[in-house]
């Protein structure tokens, strides 16, 4: 299931979030190989990590398979202070905006050739569950060109920001990426149920 971590309750998900900053230093620095990015201590926290952000983790048990952030728009985030090149016309903002970030799971919880891992899927069906309750239709996120097709044949909208980059080494581009309830039932007709996948103290409908 996954769990949504805050400044409200991150105390209580402090282990969580060790094993989370973990994986994301074990993917992004030593698989990726962002350096900038490499710490003694083998966790990957940076400036956003902060009171705003919205982490959710995958747990089984209390293992983290996966996990990914969210940033409001209406603040500092990534595409704003640290890649805003990668955004050609005016930047999107709003409310119903977030940055999807920091998207990583462990290489044997992930899918193989074109379908989702049900740790992906979960994943993905956390974001599109979790804006639908909250009024968020709209992510941006940097990525590789190559997810272009697997967004839109998963009913995702995509809109590309600007043209790809090279970046640390991997070409990386802009894009939003809308949703609606289409979306949401293309990814559970995908794994097969149509339950949802935030733990039940954190979803605000049925």
Known sequence: MIHLVTAENFGTYAS????????RHEVFVEEMGWEAL???DGLEIDQFDSGQAVHMVYLE???????????PTTAPHLLSDVMPELCEGPRPQGE?????????????HRERGRKLSP???????????????????????????LWLLRLV?????????GFPR?????????VTATFNWGTLQRLREMRGDSESVLAAEFRRTG
């Open 166 to 174: 090279e970046m640390s080494g991997r070409d990386t581009m802009a």
């Open 61 to 71: 048990g209390s293992r983290v398979l996966g996990y990914q952030r969210m940033l």
């Open 38 to 40: 490499r710490r003694r």
């Open 153 to 161: 044949q998963l009913h995702f909208m995509v809109t590309p920001l």
């Open 96 to 108: 119903h905006i977030w940055e999807w970030t920091r998207y990583c799971v462990p290489k044997e």
């Open 119 to 145: 740790v992906a899927n979960a994943l993905l069906s956390g974001v599109v569950e979790w804006g639908l309750d909250r009024g968020i239709d709209t992510v941006i996120i940097q990525m590789d060109p």
């Open 16 to 23: 969580v979030m060790e094993q989370a900053f973990r994986l």
